[in-house]
Protein backbone atom coordinates (compact mmCIF):
# COMPACT_ATOMS: atom_id res chain seq x y z
CA UNK A 1 0.00 0.00 0.00
CA UNK A 2 2.91 2.30 0.55
CA UNK A 3 4.69 1.61 -1.89
CA UNK A 4 2.12 2.09 -4.14
CA UNK A 5 1.14 5.41 -2.64
CA UNK A 6 4.79 6.55 -3.07
CA UNK A 7 4.53 5.87 -6.77
CA UNK A 8 1.34 8.50 -6.78
CA UNK A 9 2.39 11.32 -9.48
CA UNK A 10 0.16 13.16 -6.96
CA UNK A 11 2.50 11.98 -3.95
CA UNK A 12 5.80 12.66 -6.60
CA UNK A 13 4.93 16.14 -7.12
CA UNK A 14 3.85 17.03 -2.82
CA UNK A 15 6.72 15.41 -1.89
CA UNK A 16 8.94 18.08 -4.25
CA UNK A 17 7.56 20.76 -2.61
CA UNK A 18 9.46 23.57 -0.33
CA UNK A 19 6.18 22.85 1.82
CA UNK A 20 6.76 19.19 2.33
CA UNK A 21 10.60 19.58 2.80
CA UNK A 22 9.75 21.86 5.68
CA UNK A 23 7.26 19.81 7.17
CA UNK A 24 9.74 17.03 7.17
CA UNK A 25 12.13 18.17 9.16
CA UNK A 26 10.01 17.71 12.09
CA UNK A 27 9.76 13.86 12.07
CA UNK A 28 12.27 10.99 12.73
CA UNK A 29 14.87 10.40 9.85
CA UNK A 30 16.45 7.55 8.96
CA UNK A 31 20.33 7.41 10.21
CA UNK A 32 22.93 7.02 7.22
CA UNK A 33 24.89 4.30 7.23
CA UNK A 34 26.93 2.20 5.03
CA UNK A 35 25.59 0.20 2.02
CA UNK A 36 27.51 -3.08 0.70
CA UNK A 37 26.04 -4.13 -2.63
CA UNK A 38 29.07 -6.22 -3.72
CA UNK A 39 27.24 -9.61 -4.54
CA UNK A 40 24.75 -7.54 -6.69
CA UNK A 41 27.04 -5.72 -9.34
CA UNK A 42 29.22 -8.44 -11.23
CA UNK A 43 26.49 -8.75 -14.11
CA UNK A 44 28.24 -6.00 -15.71
CA UNK A 45 30.90 -5.83 -18.03
CA UNK A 46 34.39 -6.22 -16.74
CA UNK A 47 36.47 -2.44 -16.94
CA UNK A 48 40.53 -2.79 -17.72
CA UNK A 49 43.20 -0.57 -18.13
CA UNK A 50 46.31 -0.53 -20.13
CA UNK A 51 49.08 0.23 -17.36
CA UNK A 52 52.28 0.91 -18.42
CA UNK A 53 55.36 -0.43 -17.24
CA UNK A 54 57.02 2.77 -16.48
CA UNK A 55 54.66 3.91 -14.33
CA UNK A 56 54.07 2.21 -10.97
CA UNK A 57 50.57 1.46 -9.53
CA UNK A 58 49.66 3.75 -7.00
CA UNK A 59 48.23 2.44 -3.44
CA UNK A 60 44.43 3.77 -3.12
CA UNK A 61 42.36 4.58 -0.10
CA UNK A 62 38.99 4.17 -0.88
CA UNK A 63 36.23 7.16 0.78
CA UNK A 64 33.38 4.75 1.49
CA UNK A 65 29.88 6.67 0.28
CA UNK A 66 26.30 7.02 1.89
CA UNK A 67 24.46 6.39 -0.99
CA UNK A 68 21.67 3.68 -1.63
CA UNK A 69 23.40 2.41 -4.64
CA UNK A 70 27.12 3.72 -3.65
CA UNK A 71 29.73 4.04 -5.82
CA UNK A 72 32.38 2.70 -3.36
CA UNK A 73 32.27 -1.01 -4.33
CA UNK A 74 32.33 -0.10 -8.31
CA UNK A 75 35.20 1.59 -7.23
CA UNK A 76 36.76 -1.49 -5.61
CA UNK A 77 35.47 -4.00 -7.78
CA UNK A 78 37.55 -1.67 -10.48
CA UNK A 79 40.75 -1.78 -8.20
CA UNK A 80 40.29 -5.37 -7.69
CA UNK A 81 39.99 -6.41 -11.50
CA UNK A 82 43.16 -4.50 -12.03
CA UNK A 83 45.33 -5.42 -9.19
CA UNK A 84 45.79 -2.18 -7.61
CA UNK A 85 46.81 -2.39 -3.70
CA UNK A 86 43.90 -0.89 -1.85
CA UNK A 87 42.55 0.13 1.42
CA UNK A 88 39.38 1.22 3.09
CA UNK A 89 40.29 5.19 3.91
CA UNK A 90 38.02 6.73 7.16
CA UNK A 91 38.79 9.99 5.87
CA UNK A 92 36.31 11.44 8.80
CA UNK A 93 38.68 9.85 11.82
CA UNK A 94 40.90 12.32 13.74
CA UNK A 95 43.62 11.04 12.15
CA UNK A 96 42.83 11.11 8.85
CA UNK A 97 46.29 13.06 7.48
CA UNK A 98 48.40 10.54 8.83
CA UNK A 99 46.23 7.73 7.64
CA UNK A 100 46.31 9.43 4.49
CA UNK A 101 50.10 9.03 4.26
CA UNK A 102 49.51 5.37 3.26
CA UNK A 103 47.86 6.01 -0.13
CA UNK A 104 49.16 8.13 -3.44
CA UNK A 105 45.67 8.12 -4.64
CA UNK A 106 42.67 8.60 -2.23
CA UNK A 107 38.93 8.20 -4.25
CA UNK A 108 35.58 8.40 -3.60
CA UNK A 109 32.50 10.92 -2.03
CA UNK A 110 30.65 10.56 0.80
CA UNK A 111 27.28 12.27 -0.22
CA UNK A 112 25.63 15.39 -1.70
CA UNK A 113 24.62 16.71 1.90
CA UNK A 114 26.10 19.99 2.76
CA UNK A 115 28.31 18.95 5.70
CA UNK A 116 29.87 16.28 4.19
CA UNK A 117 30.52 18.44 0.82
CA UNK A 118 32.22 20.95 2.67
CA UNK A 119 34.58 18.38 4.56
CA UNK A 120 35.36 16.55 1.18
CA UNK A 121 35.93 19.85 -0.09
CA UNK A 122 38.22 20.83 2.17
CA UNK A 123 40.26 17.70 2.69
CA UNK A 124 40.50 16.81 -0.67
CA UNK A 125 42.10 20.71 -1.06
CA UNK A 126 44.56 20.07 1.61
CA UNK A 127 45.18 16.61 0.34
CA UNK A 128 46.49 17.72 -3.16
CA UNK A 129 47.99 21.43 -2.28
CA UNK A 130 50.19 20.20 0.65
CA UNK A 131 50.58 16.62 0.71
CA UNK A 132 50.90 15.49 -2.75
CA UNK A 133 48.35 13.08 -3.23
CA UNK A 134 45.91 12.60 -5.73
CA UNK A 135 42.05 12.77 -5.76
CA UNK A 136 39.55 11.55 -7.39
CA UNK A 137 36.91 13.84 -7.95
CA UNK A 138 39.61 16.40 -8.08
CA UNK A 139 39.38 19.47 -5.96
CA UNK A 140 38.13 21.26 -8.57
CA UNK A 141 35.44 18.69 -9.50
CA UNK A 142 34.34 18.86 -5.93
CA UNK A 143 33.37 21.91 -5.91
CA UNK A 144 31.57 22.34 -9.26
CA UNK A 145 29.73 19.35 -7.65
CA UNK A 146 26.14 20.50 -6.32
CA UNK A 147 27.41 24.17 -6.78
CA UNK A 148 24.74 25.34 -9.37
CA UNK A 149 26.25 28.95 -9.02
CA UNK A 150 29.77 27.80 -10.33
CA UNK A 151 28.02 26.11 -13.07
CA UNK A 152 26.61 29.09 -13.95
CA UNK A 153 29.92 31.20 -14.30
CA UNK A 154 31.89 28.54 -16.05
CA UNK A 155 28.81 28.39 -18.75
CA UNK A 156 29.16 32.27 -18.83
CA UNK A 157 32.90 32.55 -19.19
CA UNK A 158 32.82 29.42 -22.01
CA UNK A 159 29.95 30.53 -24.13
CA UNK A 160 28.18 26.99 -22.72
CA UNK A 161 24.69 26.68 -24.21
CA UNK A 162 22.98 27.29 -20.84
CA UNK A 163 19.40 28.25 -19.60
CA UNK A 164 19.93 32.30 -18.96
CA UNK A 165 20.49 32.71 -15.35
CA UNK A 166 20.55 35.62 -13.06
CA UNK A 167 22.82 35.07 -9.98
CA UNK A 168 22.54 38.32 -7.64
CA UNK A 169 23.87 38.70 -3.95
CA UNK A 170 22.58 42.27 -3.64
CA UNK A 171 18.96 42.85 -2.55
CA UNK A 172 18.05 46.18 -4.39
CA UNK A 173 19.69 44.57 -8.16
CA UNK A 174 17.50 41.49 -7.25
CA UNK A 175 14.57 43.42 -7.11
CA UNK A 176 15.25 45.37 -10.08
CA UNK A 177 16.08 41.71 -12.03
CA UNK A 178 12.33 40.71 -11.38
CA UNK A 179 10.93 43.97 -13.22
CA UNK A 180 12.37 42.62 -16.41
CA UNK A 181 12.59 39.03 -16.29
CA UNK A 182 9.81 36.85 -18.21
CA UNK A 183 7.41 34.65 -15.95
CA UNK A 184 7.39 32.37 -14.99
CA UNK A 185 10.99 31.48 -14.50
CA UNK A 186 12.75 28.68 -12.07
CA UNK A 187 14.08 29.80 -8.89
CA UNK A 188 17.11 27.29 -7.36
CA UNK A 189 18.81 27.12 -4.14
CA UNK A 190 22.18 26.37 -4.19
CA UNK A 191 23.53 23.34 -3.61
CA UNK A 192 20.10 21.22 -4.05
CA UNK A 193 19.85 17.94 -6.37
CA UNK A 194 16.76 15.91 -6.97
CA UNK A 195 14.21 18.90 -7.76
CA UNK A 196 14.30 20.08 -4.11
CA UNK A 197 15.05 23.46 -3.34
CA UNK A 198 13.71 24.08 -7.27
CA UNK A 199 10.52 26.65 -7.65
CA UNK A 200 8.18 27.81 -10.25
CA UNK A 201 7.64 31.39 -10.21
CA UNK A 202 4.66 33.03 -11.55
CA UNK A 203 5.00 36.63 -10.75
CA UNK A 204 6.13 39.46 -9.29
CA UNK A 205 4.67 39.38 -5.74
CA UNK A 206 5.93 35.76 -5.71
CA UNK A 207 9.22 36.75 -6.87
CA UNK A 208 9.05 39.75 -4.02
CA UNK A 209 8.28 37.77 -1.21
CA UNK A 210 11.13 35.16 -2.22
CA UNK A 211 13.87 38.25 -2.15
CA UNK A 212 12.68 39.94 0.91
CA UNK A 213 12.66 36.09 2.86
CA UNK A 214 16.41 35.40 1.25
CA UNK A 215 17.87 39.01 2.24
CA UNK A 216 16.37 38.92 6.18
CA UNK A 217 17.97 38.76 9.22
CA UNK A 218 17.46 34.42 9.20
CA UNK A 219 17.73 33.93 5.20
CA UNK A 220 14.94 31.87 3.99
CA UNK A 221 14.10 28.21 4.88
CA UNK A 222 14.39 25.83 2.26
CA UNK A 223 13.84 21.98 1.56
CA UNK A 224 17.28 21.51 4.40
CA UNK A 225 16.74 21.89 8.46
CA UNK A 226 20.41 23.09 9.18
CA UNK A 227 20.38 25.65 6.17
CA UNK A 228 18.86 28.65 4.72
CA UNK A 229 18.95 30.52 1.95
CA UNK A 230 20.90 33.96 2.65
CA UNK A 231 21.94 36.80 0.68
CA UNK A 232 21.13 36.04 -2.95
CA UNK A 233 18.85 34.70 -5.18
CA UNK A 234 19.31 32.17 -8.41
CA UNK A 235 16.56 33.12 -11.19
CA UNK A 236 17.13 30.75 -14.00
CA UNK A 237 14.82 31.00 -17.42
CA UNK A 238 11.81 28.46 -17.90
CA UNK A 239 11.68 27.36 -21.27
CA UNK A 240 8.95 25.43 -22.92
CA UNK A 241 9.81 22.38 -23.79
CA UNK A 242 8.62 19.18 -25.39
CA UNK A 243 7.75 17.29 -21.70
CA UNK A 244 11.37 15.51 -20.82
CA UNK A 245 14.83 16.63 -19.80
CA UNK A 246 17.64 14.81 -21.34
CA UNK A 247 20.44 13.31 -19.50
CA UNK A 248 23.48 13.02 -20.95
CA UNK A 249 26.17 10.99 -19.33
CA UNK A 250 29.57 11.03 -20.58
CA UNK A 251 32.68 9.22 -19.74
CA UNK A 252 36.02 10.09 -22.43
CA UNK A 253 34.47 9.22 -25.99
CA UNK A 254 31.79 7.27 -24.98
CA UNK A 255 28.22 8.46 -24.31
CA UNK A 256 25.44 7.73 -21.84
CA UNK A 257 21.53 8.59 -21.10
CA UNK A 258 17.99 8.64 -20.70
CA UNK A 259 14.88 10.87 -20.96
CA UNK A 260 13.24 12.40 -17.76
CA UNK A 261 8.85 12.92 -18.02
CA UNK A 262 7.89 15.89 -16.65
CA UNK A 263 5.12 15.18 -14.23
CA UNK A 264 1.44 16.13 -15.21
CA UNK A 265 0.88 19.86 -14.61
CA UNK A 266 4.36 20.27 -12.98
CA UNK A 267 7.70 21.49 -14.74
CA UNK A 268 10.51 19.10 -12.59
CA UNK A 269 11.78 15.75 -13.98
CA UNK A 270 14.69 15.59 -11.99
CA UNK A 271 14.08 13.12 -9.10
CA UNK A 272 10.27 11.71 -10.47
CA UNK A 273 11.85 8.44 -11.08
CA UNK A 274 9.68 8.62 -14.42
CA UNK A 275 12.69 7.55 -16.91
CA UNK A 276 12.76 6.73 -20.63
CA UNK A 277 15.72 4.54 -21.95
CA UNK A 278 15.40 4.74 -26.18
CA UNK A 279 17.51 6.53 -28.64
CA UNK A 280 19.16 9.80 -27.87
CA UNK A 281 19.86 12.34 -30.16
CA UNK A 282 23.33 12.97 -32.17
CA UNK A 283 22.77 16.79 -31.62
CA UNK A 284 22.32 16.14 -27.65
CA UNK A 285 25.06 14.12 -27.89
CA UNK A 286 27.33 16.34 -29.15
CA UNK A 287 26.04 19.20 -27.24
CA UNK A 288 27.47 17.52 -24.05
CA UNK A 289 30.24 16.57 -25.26
CA UNK A 290 31.31 19.95 -26.76
CA UNK A 291 30.89 20.90 -22.87
CA UNK A 292 33.12 18.31 -21.67
CA UNK A 293 35.71 19.67 -23.82
CA UNK A 294 35.71 22.29 -21.63
CA UNK A 295 34.85 21.46 -18.13
CA UNK A 296 37.18 18.20 -18.38
CA UNK A 297 35.95 16.27 -15.88
CA UNK A 298 36.11 12.15 -16.02
CA UNK A 299 32.44 11.84 -15.95
CA UNK A 300 30.38 14.95 -16.39
CA UNK A 301 26.61 14.58 -16.37
CA UNK A 302 24.48 17.11 -18.12
CA UNK A 303 21.41 17.65 -17.80
CA UNK A 304 19.32 20.21 -20.72
CA UNK A 305 15.72 20.51 -22.39
CA UNK A 306 14.84 20.20 -25.76
CA UNK A 307 12.88 24.03 -26.10
CA UNK A 308 9.74 24.12 -28.69
CA UNK A 309 12.41 26.42 -31.13
CA UNK A 310 14.32 23.03 -31.40
CA UNK A 311 17.50 24.26 -29.25
CA UNK A 312 19.26 22.08 -26.96
CA UNK A 313 19.61 23.92 -23.62
CA UNK A 314 21.49 22.75 -20.58
CA UNK A 315 19.73 23.71 -17.09
CA UNK A 316 22.50 21.51 -15.56
CA UNK A 317 25.72 19.99 -15.20
CA UNK A 318 27.75 17.89 -12.98
CA UNK A 319 30.98 15.68 -12.01
CA UNK A 320 28.93 13.11 -10.31
CA UNK A 321 25.60 11.52 -10.15
CA UNK A 322 24.06 8.16 -8.34
CA UNK A 323 23.50 5.44 -10.97
CA UNK A 324 21.10 2.63 -9.74
CA UNK A 325 22.19 -0.14 -12.88
CA UNK A 326 24.67 -0.64 -15.17
CA UNK A 327 22.09 0.10 -17.82
CA UNK A 328 22.57 3.84 -18.12
CA UNK A 329 21.00 4.02 -22.23
CA UNK A 330 19.00 1.74 -24.13
CA UNK A 331 18.66 1.70 -27.77
CA UNK A 332 15.73 -0.26 -29.56
CA UNK A 333 16.03 -2.06 -26.40
CA UNK A 334 19.20 -3.32 -26.09
CA UNK A 335 21.72 -1.43 -23.55
CA UNK A 336 25.16 0.07 -24.82
CA UNK A 337 26.87 3.04 -25.55
CA UNK A 338 27.27 5.76 -27.78
CA UNK A 339 30.90 6.06 -28.98
CA UNK A 340 32.00 9.34 -30.55
CA UNK A 341 34.90 9.10 -32.47
CA UNK A 342 37.56 11.31 -33.70
CA UNK A 343 35.92 12.40 -36.94
CA UNK A 344 32.99 13.21 -34.87
CA UNK A 345 30.97 10.34 -36.02
CA UNK A 346 28.93 8.63 -33.36
CA UNK A 347 27.83 4.90 -33.29
CA UNK A 348 25.83 2.38 -30.86
CA UNK A 349 27.88 -0.59 -29.36
CA UNK A 350 26.21 -2.60 -26.15
CA UNK A 351 27.20 -3.61 -23.19
CA UNK A 352 26.17 -3.09 -19.78
CA UNK A 353 28.97 -1.08 -17.72
CA UNK A 354 29.39 0.32 -14.14
CA UNK A 355 29.84 3.99 -15.26
CA UNK A 356 31.92 4.64 -11.92
CA UNK A 357 34.67 1.93 -13.41
CA UNK A 358 34.74 4.13 -16.67
CA UNK A 359 35.13 7.43 -14.63
CA UNK A 360 37.69 6.05 -12.80
CA UNK A 361 39.45 4.33 -15.77
CA UNK A 362 39.41 7.64 -17.07
CA UNK A 363 40.78 9.44 -14.05
CA UNK A 364 43.58 7.12 -14.59
CA UNK A 365 43.92 7.50 -18.11
CA UNK A 366 43.77 11.11 -18.17
CA UNK A 367 45.12 12.19 -15.14
CA UNK A 368 46.98 10.17 -12.96
CA UNK A 369 49.19 8.14 -15.17
CA UNK A 370 50.38 11.28 -17.44
CA UNK A 371 50.91 13.28 -14.62
CA UNK A 372 53.09 10.39 -13.42
CA UNK A 373 54.95 10.44 -17.00
CA UNK A 374 55.79 13.77 -16.89
CA UNK A 375 57.19 13.10 -13.47
CA UNK A 376 59.46 10.43 -14.24
CA UNK A 377 61.00 13.02 -17.32
CA UNK A 378 61.58 15.46 -15.14
Not at 59 to 82: A, M, Q, S
Not at 150 to 171: F, G, M, R, V, W
Not at 295 to 323: A, N, W
Request: aromatic share 14%; proline share 4%.
Amino acid sequence: MLKSLNKSKTIKRIKKTMKYARTRQYFPMAETSYINDRDKINDAEIVKIDWPEEVTKPIVGVVRDFEPYPFWTKYCRFLENNNFNYEIYNIHSRNWIDESKKYNVIIGLVSNTLFHLEEIRNKYYFLEKYLGKKCFPSPDHTFLYESKSLEQYLSEIYNIPYAKTAISHDKDEALELIKNMRYPFISKVDPSSGSFGVELIRTPSQAQKLIKQAFSRNGRKVHVNYFRQKNYVYFQEFIPNDGYDIRIILVGNWAFGYYRKVLQGDFRASGMNMVEKRELSEDAIRTAWNTNQLIKSPLLVVDMVHGLDGRYTIVEFSPICQMETPEQLHANGVPGMYIIENDGSIHFEKGRYWVHELALREFFLKEYIPNSIKGLNV
